[in-house]
T-cell receptor, first 117, second 114 residues
Framework: AQSVTQLGSHVSVSEGALVLLRCNYS??????LFWYVQYPNQGLQLLLK??????LVKGINGFEAEFKKSETSFHLTKPSAHMSDAAEYFC???????????????FGQGTILTVHP | ETGVTQTPRHLVMGMTNKKSLKCEQH?????MYWYKQSAKKPLELMFV???????ENNSVPSRFSPECPNSSHLFLHLHTLQPEDSALYLC?????????????FGSGTQLSVL
């Protein structure tokens, strides 16, 4: 069984500050890890994903995440927050080599990011 | 525009009503999905169709009935819903068995059951 824990349902940062959204997972097989973003009144968009290879993954909009097997973590970071980053972020895990295994992603509960001017 | 279109965007219905949610994908994908997003709960996968056949049904109550007439269209028929069914219903599509597979989501239908 897989699970995802996102630490902190709400994170607030100032514009220009570092963004750090935490995600820990549990999986009985090598995991495939994802971060999705959901802007208000929209569906989810893939930010980045880790399958194999380099553990530091770069995504869209300046975000990146690092897979740390020893810590079972996949935290999302961005060096400098922008107002447009305000959204809800979801971490997800899959055991499928093809990434989504017919959509059988296990999602975390989400972290709402607020960016203050 | 993600290539996945859902209608309507908002729906209010009584518990005795029958309504349908529609999803259309313009991406040439071979799999489509229904997810439920409730407040303060993780996204829940409801149904999966691949090549127009249902391959996954995560113990969803029978008051939700999916239909996939072709690879581009997916419906969710709703009948005698309960207030706890109020949620955002998201449709997604993907190209399964592709190394570049990822889910593309629609904007969702916000459903309120009175």
């Amino acid at each position: 069984a897989q699970s995802v824990t996102q630490l902190g349902s709400h994170v607030s940062v100032s514009e220009g500050a570092l963004v750090l959204l935490r995600c820990n997972y549990s999986s009985s097989v090598p995991p495939y890890l994802f971060w999705y973003v959901q802007y208000p009144n929209q569906g989810l968009q893939l930010l980045l994903k880790y399958t194999t290879g380099a553990t530091l993954v770069k995504g869209i909009n300046g975000f990146e995440a690092e897979f740390k097997k020893s810590e079972t973590s996949f935290h999302l970071t961005k060096p400098s927050a922008h107002m447009s980053d305000a959204a809800e972020y979801f971490c997800a895990v899959s055991d499928s080599v093809f990434g989504t295994s017919y959509g059988k992603l296990t999602f975390g509960q989400g972290t709402i990011l607020t960016v203050h001017p | 525009e993600t290539g996945v279109t859902q209608t309507p965007r908002h729906l209010v219905m009584g518990m005795t009503n029958k309504k349908s949610l529609k999803c259309e994908q313009h991406l040439g994908h071979n799999a489509m999905y229904w997810y439920k997003q409730s407040a303060k709960k993780p996204l829940e996968l409801m149904f999966v169709y691949s090549l127009e056949e249902r391959v996954e049904n995560n113990s969803v109550p029978s008051r939700f009935s999916p239909e996939c007439p072709n690879s581009s269209h997916l419906f969710l028929h709703l009948h005698t819903l309960q207030p706890e069914d109020s949620a955002l219903y998201l449709c997604a599509s993907s190209q399964v068995f592709s190394e570049r597979e990822k889910l593309f989501f629609g904007s969702g239908t916000q459903l309120s059951v009175l």
